[in-house]
């Protein structure tokens, strides 16, 4: 509850099914408290097996403080039928990941919240431009993204960092830097909805119902 809730580190083969995970750690440094960090692993399936339902989420990555699914280094996953709804940072973040199949999920990045710590008001979550659904960054490239909804305050599908910080404390955008290299090339997009992206191609919002 006060750290990542999972953490995998060049790691490899690994299912993950009807899971509920959670982090709750205020005001930590990026990735103590994210529900997923997986970090130079490779052929990692969080869900799309046979164990998890037909219908419904197998995995849940829920009200995270940090960020919800985070990919660094990491390729040829699966993710399916997941749920990544982080109130304070980000959901899905595929930074310099590759073969990545994501479908048939839905993110929430509705974030970060303002509370009142020691007298203090202060943003929960991590201090960082990556706030929102799904962001694709330092080249990510040959990722199929599909038959997803991605909600979010922030940019819903967004590629590289936007260098600015959404401070609620304020309720004003704070410059960020150095601000993240933008996604690499050959990633898809089929049959997603969003409110907002940065991606010119995705253009205009596909809003989800």
Do not use: R
Not at 67 to 93: E, K, M, R
Not at 124 to 146: C, E, K, P, R, V
Not at 149 to 167: D, H, K, T, Y
């Amino acid at each position: 509850m006060t750290g990542n809730a999972l953490f995998l580190n060049g790691s490899s083969h690994i299912t993950l099914s009807n899971s509920k995970l959670k982090a709750t750690a205020d005001g930590q440094v990026p990735h103590n408290a994210d529900g997923l960090y997986a970090v130079n692993s490779a052929y990692l399936s969080i869900g799309g097996v046979a164990a998890c339902p037909k219908a419904q989420a197998c995995n849940t990555f829920d009200y995270d403080t940090g960020w919800g699914v985070y990919l660094q280094n990491t390729h040829d996953v699966t993710i399916d039928h997941v749920s990544a709804n982080a109130d304070d940072t980000g959901a899905f973040v595929l930074d310099n990941a590759w073969n990545v199949n994501l479908g048939h999920s839905n993110a929430e990045g509705d974030g970060p919240i303002c509370i009142t710590l020691n007298g203090q008001k202060t943003p929960t979550g991590y201090f960082t431009d990556l706030q929102g659904g799904l962001l694709l960054i330092n080249g990510s490239h040959d990722n199929a993204i599909h038959d997803d909804q991605f909600v979010a305050v922030g940019n819903s599908i967004g590629s590289g960092g936007n260098g600015l910080f959404a401070n609620p404390c304020t309720n004003s955008f704070q410059p960020f830097s150095p601000a993240e290299a933008p996604m690499g090339s050959n990633n898809t997009f089929t049959n997603v909805c969003y409110s907002s992206t940065d991606i010119a191609s995705l253009e205009p919002p596909q809003k989800c119902k």
